[in-house]
């Protein structure tokens, strides 16, 4: 019998529906008003109305969730950084296991985070050897604003490298807006460089939580990460049989 769909997958996948209309809205907005643009350049955010406010307006809100443990609609996976997360198991925890996989789980997300270096150092060429230019920097993070959701619903390349099952115990979860917003690094003005802090704030907070409370991102020590206890089922094609 096939498995019903949980909220949050549907959600999600409503998501991923906006996130590709708006990523479509701002291509059609490159190529018939390419002025709205202009947003991105200095302190025009200030001066200016643009519908790319709008995006950043939600980018920002979406980083605030991040960082501000109240909103109840976050996934296991991105909330586990907060105490309001961790349901510790009934056994006692095997700390040297722990800091194995953190360890282990660390090296390779440092290996996710080269391998995305080497990526922005092909697109910093592109920028600085004048074969595209901010708008199509800003176009390819809103690229991957799509492309983050297909990674937690569809596939996600970097599971090939962090070995984990699911979006849930992902040691990575969080750097989804640092990511995003990295194209957009090259940018500068205010619109660009805000929304990289705030994303560098994200990030800065979640690795210092990993380094303060690790019991909270390993399912051994953690319950709520146990496929087992799995409400959001994000990934039902990776661990269906897990929870049964």
Not at 29 to 50: A, C, H, I, W, Y
Request: glycine share 4%; proline share 4%.
């Amino acid at each position: 019998m096939k498995e019903p769909i949980s909220k949050m997958r549907k959600n999600y996948i409503s998501r991923l529906s906006a996130r590709f209309i708006i990523f479509v809205f701002f291509v059609f907005l490159f190529l018939f008003k390419p002025q709205f643009f202009s947003v991105l350049e200095g302190g025009r955010f200030f001066t200016e109305l643009s519908p790319l406010h709008l995006l950043w307006v939600i980018w920002m809100f979406d980083m605030l969730c991040q960082l501000v443990p109240v909103w109840k609609k976050l996934p296991v996976g991105s909330g586990k950084l907060f105490r309001g997360r961790f349901r510790p198991i009934r056994e006692t925890v095997n700390y040297e296991a722990l800091r194995s996989h953190i360890i282990a789980a660390t090296r390779a997300a440092y290996k996710v985070f080269l391998l995305w270096i080497g990526l922005l150092s092909v697109i910093a060429a592109l920028y600085y050897t004048h074969v595209i230019g901010k708008e199509i920097l800003f176009l390819i993070s809103a690229c991957f604003y799509v492309c983050d959701l297909i990674c937690v619903l569809i596939w996600c390349p970097f599971r090939l490298i962090m070995k984990n099952k699911c979006c849930t115990t992902c040691r990575i979860f969080n750097w989804d807006h640092l990511m995003m917003m990295s194209p957009m690094v090259f940018i500068g003005g205010f619109y660009s460089v805000s929304l990289i802090l705030a994303a560098i704030a994200v990030f800065l907070l979640w690795e210092t939580c990993i380094l303060m409370y690790p019991e909270r991102f390993w399912e051994q020590s953690n319950a709520a990460l146990k496929c087992s206890e799995c409400t959001d089922k994000l990934c039902t094609q990776y661990c269906r049989k897990l929870r049964k």
